[in-house]
């Protein structure tokens, strides 16, 4: 290494000390294919993101928390096709992506695991393995693919390397970045009421219901960390992905990153509200990060995918539980997007799962078999290695 190399690699640790980092400078050609996979942790809402506004059957799903159908004002659903629409807080961020055919979304997508824990259904897209296959967490599908690929460096935008990246025949850095969590319970609120029946008859009673929705709002709060399994939240990484795209940009080729804080079971809202804020950060962080890789937004692809999404309808807290099918998006300069990709039913109480989720028929390690195909032109024994037993699709998603 020369006196200069060695000032740069020396610059580059100084400046990132939570990154595993070589001192190796990579010697990957500027315009090779970046490969940006995004983790929602926790299960998102996709219903009120691509809203299907051509159902009566999600307005009578979702008497509170319905996005409103197309008319043009600030609150209603974007129209992107005759069906589906978007969530107008995304019409400064992803609306532009559609506008210019650089974002698909792949509605009815998932896995075959029915069990809608978030951990065992997490765990099941990142080793990208068949459900008979056992449970090998040793194997993850980021890991293969990095070790099929010749000259790709990777890295993990994580607090440790995820089970995506875990078994890996070359060393794979990790940086982290920071998050914050919020409780859903306002003490405040808690201690107004509390005041109100204060030296009544109801106080008792008053004081026992507040406790218990003390309790159950923190056992909420603490499902939801759980299943962000550390992951930072939306805000957190609307705020970080100029230095992940400066990072993929200059010397990484394949990364990982997860979002945590969408496991939405009380008070979602729908263009206001928990999910909401966190489409608007997500929005925002994907559109500064195309934004700052400039001309090689061209030469990149991001995945944004979820566990599974949530039921259709909304429960007795204005929020939604766990459900099985939902919604990927797949963006970048040379995507071929303004489209709504895969194979789709109509969004009725008949085509529903056990009648209550979206069902999946578009199954994403089929999917990104194909994908990956078209990126790095993948085939036969090499895709098998990376997703074992898939039968590629290809959406012809670039």
């Given amino acids: 290494m020369n ?13 990132l000390p939570a990154l595993s980092f070589s001192g190796r400078l990579f010697a990957t050609p500027t315009n090779s294919p970046r490969f940006l996979f995004v983790f929602l942790r926790g299960g998102y809402d996709c219903n009120n993101m691509l809203v299907p506004y051509s ?5 009578e799903s979702r008497p509170t928390i319905a996005i409103a159908k197309p008319d043009n004002s600030s609150n209603s659903a974007i129209a992107l096709d005759s069906n589906w629409g978007l969530n107008p807080v995304l019409r400064d961020s992803i609306y532009p992506l559609w506008q210019k055919k650089q974002i698909a979304f792949i509605p009815f997508a998932g896995t075959d695991d029915l069990s809608r824990s978030h951990f065992e259904t997490q765990d099941n897209i990142e080793r990208g393995q068949p459900q008979d296959q056992g449970s090998n967490f040793r194997s993850g599908f980021m890991a293969r693919l990095s070790s099929v690929l010749t000259g790709v460096p990777a890295i993990a935008f994580t607090n440790s390397l995820p089970l995506s990246f875990q078994g890996a025949s070359k060393d794979i850095p990790n940086i982290s970045l920071k998050g914050d969590t919020k409780a859903h319970f306002d003490d405040r609120q808690a201690s107004i009421l509390a005041g109100m029946y204060k030296n009544t008859s109801l106080a008792s009673a008053a004081a026992d219901g507040l406790s218990l929705r003390s309790t159950v709002s923190m056992d909420l709060q603490n499902e ?3 299943a962000s399994r550390g992951a930072p939240s939306a805000s957190g990484f609307a705020q970080e ?6 990072l993929m940009r200059d010397q990484y080729r394949l990364g990982f990153v997860d979002v945590g804080g969408w496991d939405t079971h009380v008070n979602q809202g729908n263009v206001t ?3 909401a804020n966190n489409l608007r950060n997500l929005g925002e962080g994907l559109a500064a990060y195309a934004n700052t890789l400039g001309d090689e937004w061209n030469n990149t692809t991001v995945v944004v995918v979820s566990e599974f999404g949530r039921t ?4 007795g807290d204005h929020g939604t539980d766990h459900g099985h099918g939902t919604v990927h998006w797949v963006l970048g300069g040379k995507v071929n997007g303004g489209r709504i990709a895969g194979e789709q039913i109509a969004v009725t109480q008949e085509n529903l799962l056990q009648n209550r989720d979206y069902k999946v028929l578009n199954n994403y390690r089929d999917v990104y078999s194909g994908l990956l195909g078209r990126i790095w032109g993948l085939q036969g024994n090499r ?3 990376v997703f074992p037993q898939a039968r590629p699709r290809d959406l012809q998603l670039v």
């Fill in 224 to 226: 939801m960390v759980a």
């Fill in 312 to 315: 259709f309808r909304e429960n």
């Fill in 3 to 15: 006196r200069r190399e060695f000032l740069l690699a020396a610059g580059a640790a100084a400046t």
């Fill in 273 to 275: 509200g928990g999910l």
């Fill in 383 to 385: 895709l098998q290695t």
């Fill in 241 to 246: 992905t100029q230095r992940i795209a400066t």
């Fill in 55 to 59: 159902s009566d059957f999600y307005y």
